[in-house]
């Protein structure tokens, strides 16, 4: 399995308060993913790495932001976390050229009540 | 806009017989197709891509589909076996590396 882990695993919070989730890399891969999975809507990407500092936006970015500081560690912040953004959160990891080897990490459930 | 459509939220299959999850597209541009699984409680795992350039491809138990004329693509698997109970998500490779899933499929193999 590739090295991958996220940080918090679960994590409940409260309407307007931020949430920082973490993910961390021992492949040192070069592009780091974040997405988030819902019922009806498959895993849609939120922000993406394509290298340290080097970040960009997926399909649905609004209400989040990313830093990648290091090659090993993405994270993922709510700013001011919303119902909305009750979801399961999956980092993923690939190495430049290979289509087929995003690598997924275990996940995150975040519920904000 | 749904570049990708797996209109299809549950299949359910008897053991040892063919399943066969299906696909739909509209974005003409993807240059790869890729199949993952997931299983409760862990992230997706990748199980068989095929090249836009191709029709079909094989490994193993599993084969891929295109049919670029319809926008079609389908996984089979056979024999369906308890272990291939899980969802799973086709997705449409884009370029940046970027990765465009559909809704996913329930796949339940029954004994």
């Known amino acids: 399995d590739a090295g991958i882990t996220q940080s918090p695993r679960h994590k409940v919070t409260e309407t307007g308060t931020p949430v920082t989730l973490r993910c961390h890399q021992t492949e040192n891969h070069r592009y780091m993913y974040w997405y988030r999975q819902d019922p009806g809507h498959g895993l849609r990407l939120i922000h993406y790495?394509?290298?340290?500092?080097?970040?960009d936006k997926g399909e649905v970015s609004d209400g989040y932001s990313v830093s990648r500081s290091k090659t090993e560690d993405f994270l993922l912040t709510l700013e001011s976390a919303t119902s909305s953004q009750t979801s399961v959160y999956f980092c993923?990891?690939?190495?430049?050229?290979?289509?087929?080897?995003?690598?997924f990490g275990p996940g995150t459930r975040l519920t904000v009540l | 806009d749904q570049q990708v459509k797996q209109n299809s939220p549950s299949l359910s299959v008897q053991e040892g017989r063919i399943s066969i999850l299906n696909c739909d597209y509209t974005?003409?541009?993807?240059?790869?197709f890729l199949w993952y699984k997931k299983y409760p409680a862990e992230g997706p795992t990748f199980l068989i891509s095929?090249?836009?350039?191709?029709d079909k491809n094989e490994d193993g138990r599993f084969t891929v589909f295109l049919n670029k004329s319809a926008k079609h693509l389908s996984l089979h698997i056979v024999p369906s076996q308890p272990g291939d109970s899980a969802v799973y998500f086709c997705a449409g490779f884009q370029g940046a590396q970027k990765l465009v899933f559909g809704q996913g499929t329930r796949l339940t193999i029954n004994p």
């Open positions: 993923a990891i690939s190495e430049w050229g290979n289509t087929d080897t995003q690598y």
């Open positions: 790495s394509y290298g340290v500092k080097d970040t």
């Open positions: 095929i090249s836009s350039i191709k």
């Open positions: 974005n003409s541009m993807f240059d790869y």
